[in-house]
């Protein structure tokens, strides 16, 4: 079974980065496309990012310019760069293979245990 692990979460001032990772077991990274999501006590979870198995990036609106999806086929892991963080950004973090690039579809694997990503003001 594929399982997805997240790292790299922490608690960083406004303004400040973080580079979270998602590690996938099997070599399924090159064949998928891969999403970051996140998701706030009390409510739904949200897009964040998507990465297509062409390169292909979408992006909430909320984090354009602000955080960039990336691969890493051979180390089967990917990555989202966030920077200029803000106190909304707040939340625990997770990665999955959508099937479709953007919103909230269907995903093709079971959720990791998430990185929860804390930024104060």
């Known amino acids: 079974q594929v399982q997805l692990v997240e790292s790299g979460g922490g608690l960083v001032q406004a303004g400040g980065s973080l580079r979270l990772s998602c590690t996938v077991s099997g070599s399924i990274v090159n064949r998928n496309a891969m999403g970051w999501y996140r998701q706030d006590p009390g409510k739904q979870r949200a897009f964040v990012a998507s990465?297509?198995?062409?390169?292909?990036?979408n992006y909430a609106d909320s984090v354009k310019g602000r955080f960039t999806i990336s691969r890493d086929n051979a180390k089967n892991t990917v990555y989202l760069q966030m920077n200029s963080l803000k106190p909304e950004d707040t939340a625990v973090y997770y990665c999955?293979?959508?099937?479709?690039?953007?919103?909230?579809?269907?995903?093709?694997?079971?959720w990791g245990q998430g990185a929860q990503v804390t930024v104060s003001s």
């Open positions: 999955n293979a959508p099937w479709v690039l953007t919103g909230i579809g269907g995903f093709k694997f079971p």
């Open positions: 990465i297509s198995s062409s390169g292909i990036t």
